[in-house]
């Protein structure tokens, strides 16, 4: 693509960011009585778009599971929903190649009825997935903002498609666009956040993730997750380099792992990694499929997600202010991972 072409292509995906941005909300940041700050819940009907038919496990299914199981048990009017727009495109462009964010409006742009491939056949998309994918990448923003600005104490973040197998220039795992990079990203340059630490409980390592960050050094990302597992990759010996050396910690664990393996990873390799690394903000890259029956092959149990909650809010309380957005990854069985949703979420909130 030469340089005018590039151009022109960046200004058709700014334009349609800022067109979907001018249809959004924000939630009101009013607090609890007693004068404590709410939870953030971002929710979007746009991520509903990327519908990919079929019985395909990533699905619309996912969100309208989790939002039907707070409304059930009374939740959700205890938090503050908010409704933040799609990303602006130079925020994706600091963590993806604008060849690749143009490449991908493209492909699914040409889509306008059933479903294909982006890139490799585990990135199914439809005609709206990059507009759901820019609204994904959004909800963290927002997330964040509400956070830094003082509307809300920390958030949960109900977005697809996911994100942290997602290269720099590549799709895959179900992923477009990689939302808590993009995020971690945000808060360093919109936010001057010096350092931030990404916590991910996923089943599947996020290669994409460990790749954005692998010789950077101001951000630590730590994993837990089965192995071997797909993608095959996240091994103790993938510490970063250069100036990121150190700042990876994976904690590949066997099939089977449930809440007594991970905790003792929990408390045993990221707290004294991060109280070293002291980060001025803590995202979480929230999979649910670690849970008992899940795609994963792992035993967490809703207890276990929200006790792994309470100790990344202890770290969080001791380096940063308590500041927490977590944003969902895996969990694919809406009838169970909704429940686990809830016991993190109720953990956000205590």
């Not at 496990?57 to 959700?76: Q, W, Y």
């Not at 202010?321 to 809830?342: T, W």
């Amino acid at each position: 693509m030469n340089a005018s072409g590039g151009s022109r292509a960046r200004l058709l995906v700014v334009g349609l960011c800022s067109l979907l941005a001018g249809s959004c909300g924000s939630g009101t940041g009013a607090p609890v009585p007693g004068g404590k700050l709410r939870t953030g819940f971002v929710y979007q009907d746009f991520c509903l778009e990327h519908d990919l038919l079929g019985d395909f496990p990533e699905s619309p299914a996912r969100l309208l599971g989790i939002r039907r199981r707070l409304k059930e048990v009374g939740l959700l009017d205890q938090l503050e929903v908010l409704h933040p727009p799609p990303a602006p495109i130079e925020r994706i462009w600091a963590i993806h190649s604008p060849e690749y964010v143009e490449r991908a409006r493209k492909e699914c742009k040409g889509l306008h009825e059933g479903t294909t491939f982006l890139d490799r056949m585990d990135v199914n998309i439809c005609g709206r997935s990059f507009e759901a994918a820019v609204t994904a990448a959004g909800g963290g923003l927002g997330a964040i903002d509400a956070v830094m600005e003082g509307r809300i104490a920390n958030a949960f973040c109900a977005v697809r498609p996911p994100g942290h197998h997602a290269h720099v220039d590549s799709a895959m795992g179900f992923c477009i666009f990689n939302n808590v990079a993009i995020a971690a990203r945000y808060l360093q340059q919109r936010w001057k956040v010096a350092k931030v630490l990404i916590v991910d409980w996923d089943a599947h390592h996020g290669n994409g993730t460990q790749e954005a960050f692998y010789e950077d050094g101001s951000v630590f990302y730590f994993s837990t997750h089965c192995s071997p597992l797909f993608p095959l990759t996240g091994g103790a010996g993938e510490r970063g380099k250069g100036k990121g050396e150190g700042c990876i910690l994976n904690v590949p664990l066997p099939r089977g792992s449930g809440d007594a393996e991970v905790k003792r990873a929990f408390l045993e390799q990221l707290r004294p990694a991060a109280l070293a690394f002291r980060p001025d903000f803590i995202l979480i890259s929230a999979g649910f499929d670690s849970q008992e029956g899940e795609l994963g092959k792992m035993r967490i149990t809703s207890a276990g997600f929200a006790e792994l909650t309470r100790i990344v809010k202890e770290l969080a309380r001791t380096c940063c202010g308590g500041r927490i957005v977590s944003v969902l990854e895996g969990g694919y069985n809406p009838a169970r991972f909704p429940l686990a949703v809830e016991a993190h979420i109720r953990a956000l909130m205590e």
